[in-house]
């Protein structure tokens, strides 16, 4: 595979790549999360799936290799005649995808990118952004500045 980037390459990501998780039933249905405590679990396909995100520039800082495949749940029984009875779990891959590692900025996790949802910077940066995303909006902080004045204190004004 001829990689199209290089680390320290500038680039635009437009959607972050995320594992999903669904499980199945004795029939090979999907279980909905409704009825996942009902229905016994076959077994979980583990899926590398693309999520779109407002687009932002980063720098490549690494690849990685995330495999599609089942997740294979083991048996953990003990029976007191035979004695235990153990089948640990694995994941029996059918794909294996690379994906890019983008920091945002330098405190910032590493975003995994499909190969297709990131693009060159054309543009100039001289340095690496040092800013961090809060998940918090400014709503939200003032909402619980203000609750937390609420709250009970000691004589030294910390929280009891």
Same mark, same amino acid.
């Given at each position: 595979?001829?990689?199209?980037?290089?680390? =320290?390459?500038? +680039?635009?990501?437009?959607?972050?790549?995320?594992?999903?998780?669904?499980?199945?039933?004795? /029939?090979?249905? #999907?279980?909905?999360?409704? /009825?996942?405590?009902?229905?016994? +679990?076959?077994?979980?396909?583990?899926?590398?799936?693309?999520?779109?995100?407002?687009?932002?520039?980063?720098?490549?800082? =690494?690849?990685?290799?995330?495999? /599609?495949?089942?997740?294979?749940?083991?048996?953990?029984?003990?029976? #007191?005649?035979?004695?235990?009875?153990?089948?640990?779990?694995?994941?029996?891959?059918?794909?294996?995808?690379?994906?890019?590692?983008?920091?945002?900025?330098?405190?910032?996790?590493?975003?995994? +990118?499909?190969?297709?949802?990131?693009?060159? &910077?054309?543009?100039?940066?001289?340095?690496?952004?040092?800013?961090?995303?809060? #998940? &918090?909006?400014?709503?939200?902080?003032?909402?619980? *500045?203000?609750? *937390?004045?609420?709250?009970?204190?000691?004589?030294? =004004?910390? &929280?009891?």
């Amino acid at each position: 595979m001829k990689n199209r980037f290089k680390i =320290g390459d500038w +680039v635009v990501i437009t959607a972050k790549a995320v594992a999903n998780y669904i499980d199945y039933d004795e /029939n090979d249905n #999907p279980l909905v999360y409704e /009825n996942i405590f009902i229905k016994k +679990v076959k077994y979980t396909k583990r899926v590398i799936e693309r999520e779109q995100i407002k687009p932002a520039v980063g720098k490549i800082v =690494g690849m990685a290799a995330r495999m /599609n495949g089942k997740y294979h749940r083991g048996r953990h029984n003990y029976d #007191p005649l035979r004695g235990s009875d153990y089948e640990s779990e694995y994941l029996s891959f059918a794909k294996v995808i690379y994906v890019w590692l983008v920091r945002t900025g330098m405190l910032n996790k590493a975003i995994e +990118v499909l190969d297709a949802d990131i693009s060159l &910077w054309k543009g100039e940066v001289k340095t690496f952004p040092l800013k961090y995303m809060s #998940p &918090w909006s400014d709503d939200l902080r003032k909402a619980v *500045s203000e609750n *937390s004045k609420t709250w009970p204190r000691d004589e030294k =004004g910390r &929280w009891k």
